[in-house]
Each structure stands twice: as C-alpha cells, then as structure tokens.
C-alpha cells in the first residue's frame, strides 16, 4: 500500500485497483498519444471507439456472453433500470415475478408499480428483515421475466446458487457484484450494474440484454428510455459517459490480465470473505447479520455488543488507516466492503485490527 493512502472498505463509490488509477494518472495528460485528456478527446474520435470497443470485447469475454446479447453502457445509475427494466419489457398484459430482498429490490418493485405494471411478489424474506434468501420460490411460467438482486449491498446477503425459474429469463440488478464470480448465462435475459461498485466510477450503468428481451423494447417511450437506442448505437446515440466508461475498460483489462480471469477472482473472492466470516464466527465479540447461507461475498455486515462500541470500532479503524467501516445509515452496525478490487492485504488488516480491539474492549 502507498503511504498516504489507506485501505478503502466504502460500499459504493468504492476502492478501484491502484495499477488502474496509476495507469490513469500517467496518461491523463496525453491520452494514447492524442496530446489530450482522455476527459478531452471526442466520443466520436478513433481513440474514444476504441475504449469502447474494447471494454464491450472485455465484458462479452469475461462473462462468456455469446452474441444474442448485448452490451449497453447508460447513465442514471441502476436506479434507472427499476424504472427502465418494466418500461422496456413489460406490454398490455404481461406480467413480471419479483423477489423481495431488500432495500434495492424494493425500489425495483416500486418503480414497476408506479407505471401500473403487473407484477407478481413472488418471494420475500421481508418478516426475516432481510437478513436470507428465501428458498423454493414458485415462479409464474407466464412471467415475462423473473427479477432478482443478485447481491444485496446493505444487508449483506447474496444468492449464493440463482434461482431455477423454468425457463422465465431472469433479470437481475448485479451493482454489487457483478464480475466477481462466474455465471450460467443462459438463466439471465437481463444484468443490469452501476458501475461504482465493482468495476469503476460512478456515471455508468453497465447493461446486457439479450436479443429477445430488446426486441420488447416498445417505439412509444422516450427514446432516451430505449433499450433499442444504446443498442443501436454503441451506447453513444448521445455523448456517453467517457471517462466512466474508459475506468471500466482498464479495470476489466487488471481483471483479465492480472488477477487472471473471472475463476481467478472468484477464489480471492472467497478466500476474502472466508477470512472474516471464520474470524467472526469464532469470535463472540463480532456477530454477522446474515444468515450463513445467504451470506455475500461483497459486503460483511456485523454488530459488535453496543452501538457505542460500533462508534469506537469506525473511528479506531480510521485512524489505523481502515475506512468505510460503517453500516448504511437505514441498518447501522458496521459493514466492510471487499469488492473486487479490495487486495487480500486490506482483508487481513482489518481481520488483524478486529482482533486487537476485540482484545482491548471484548
Ligand atoms: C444492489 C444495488 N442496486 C442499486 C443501487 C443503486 O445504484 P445507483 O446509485 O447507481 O442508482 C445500489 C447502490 O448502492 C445497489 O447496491
């Protein structure tokens, strides 16, 4: 780690790898030889097409994506998509199932209501205050898509195997973990990702969608609000978030290049998660707020024993160069979020700090 940097456990925007800010900071001023920013050149120029295209080659590579789908980049965050996913998919008629997990696919579920569309709650694990994924779900065979969080960024619960649907393509909002660990494709019709979480900056929204499901796309919503006008386009019908967009494509690039692929990732992922959970678990001093099976890769929510404990623990952490530690402001606790680009390094600092303030205050 660089002296005057400290390890970065925020939720969202979140820790980006060092050699991707590094390679940024040295050709910020002259950008792949064009004596511009990259913050500079034109979205219509070679240089700004072949970002673009290489980060799309990247996402199709990395995923395994064949070419039924598509790769969109969009604006509005994933926030969009609870409003964009129903608006595109759902006509006169059909309906779409839903699964409550939390917070974000509450919003999701909102969203679709708010424009009278019929949707089908068809699991939540709300009287459990979100703390599992529920089991055994009957989805509609006539639903046109079956909606999930794939990853639930606040109370720290994940699916850990996706949901047999019976063929009903799932559509899932992956913000908080998209590219951490490998995908059965053929159960997805729709990812949709904010990008500021496991793969770059906020200002991008990173959106596959395959072929059947775009062709859904009515001609008489705003065209802004199309699937069909990014798909059309190469996401630059209007001018695209560039910068954004480039940060992808390097942190896809230090995925497939250094740390080695999406298997590769997926076993640091573990090897992370494990080392706090088996810390936690041992210990009766931290308690994990998630249910064992359902528990996330990405975000490790915890209480300590009082909420002024909790205080100490954030503000201690700061001070020994770990940040971010806090719970999201709706749940409290504390939460460390080890995302992709989270080295292993920041994971036993934090598991080494836990244990000496364990011994200090337990
Ligand atoms: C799982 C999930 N979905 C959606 C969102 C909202 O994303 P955005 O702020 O990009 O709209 C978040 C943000 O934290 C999230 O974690």
Redesign the pocket.
């Given at each position: 780690m660089k002296a005057d940097r400290i390890y970065n456990f925020n939720?969202?925007p979140a820790a980006l790898p060092l050699p991707v800010l590094e390679e940024i900071q040295e050709s910020f001023l002259n950008f792949a030889g064009a004596g511009m920013s990259v913050t500079e050149i034109s979205h219509r120029s070679k240089w700004f097409d072949d970002v673009i295209n290489d980060a799309v080659a990247r996402v199709k590579r990395i995923l395994k994506l064949d070419d039924r789908f598509h790769v969109l980049f969009l604006q509005?965050?994933?926030?969009?998509?609870?409003c964009m996913v129903p608006m595109n998919l759902l006509g006169a008629g059909d309906s779409a199932d839903y699964v409550n997990t939390?917070?974000?696919s509450t919003?999701?579920i909102k969203e679709a209501k708010i424009q009278g569309k019929s949707i089908n709650m068809v699991a939540s694990t709300e009287d459990r205050n979100f703390s599992c994924i529920p089991q055994a779900i009957s989805f509609s065979a006539d639903a046109v898509y079956a909606h999930i969080?794939?990853?639930?960024?606040?109370k720290g619960t994940h699916w850990a195997h996706f949901p047999e649907t019976g063929g009903v393509p799932i559509v899932s909002?992956?913000?908080?973990d998209i590219f951490s660990r490998s995908l059965d494709i053929e159960k997805f019709g729709l990812i949709y990702?904010?990008?500021?979480?496991n793969m770059g900056p906020?200002g991008v929204?990173l959106v596959i969608i395959r072929d059947d499901l775009l062709a859904r796309t009515p001609g008489d919503i705003p065209t802004m609000l199309r699937y069909t006008t990014y798909a059309e386009k190469n996401s630059m019908y209007n001018t695209p978030p560039c910068f954004a967009i480039y940060t992808v494509q390097l942190v896809l690039k230090w995925l497939e290049e250094t740390i080695g692929g999406l298997d590769k990732m997926a076993e640091l992922n573990r090897k992370k998660a494990g080392l706090l959970y088996d810390y936690m678990d041992q210990s009766g001093f931290y308690r994990g707020t998630a249910e064992k099976e359902s528990r996330s890769l990405m975000n490790v929510t915890f209480r300590l024993p009082s909420e002024d404990l909790e205080k100490t623990f954030v503000a201690e952490a700061i001070k020994n160069g770990l940040g971010g530690l806090k719970g999201h402001r709706s749940v409290g606790g504390c939460r460390a979020s080890i995302y992709n680009p989270t080295p292993l390094a920041a994971v036993e600092a934090l598991v080494d700090f836990m244990k000496a303030f364990e011994r200090k205050h337990g």
């Open positions: 939720a969202g509005g965050g994933a926030s969009m998509q609870f939390g917070t974000w919003k999701a969080t794939s990853n639930n960024t606040i909002d992956m913000s908080s990702a904010g990008a500021q979480k906020a929204c």
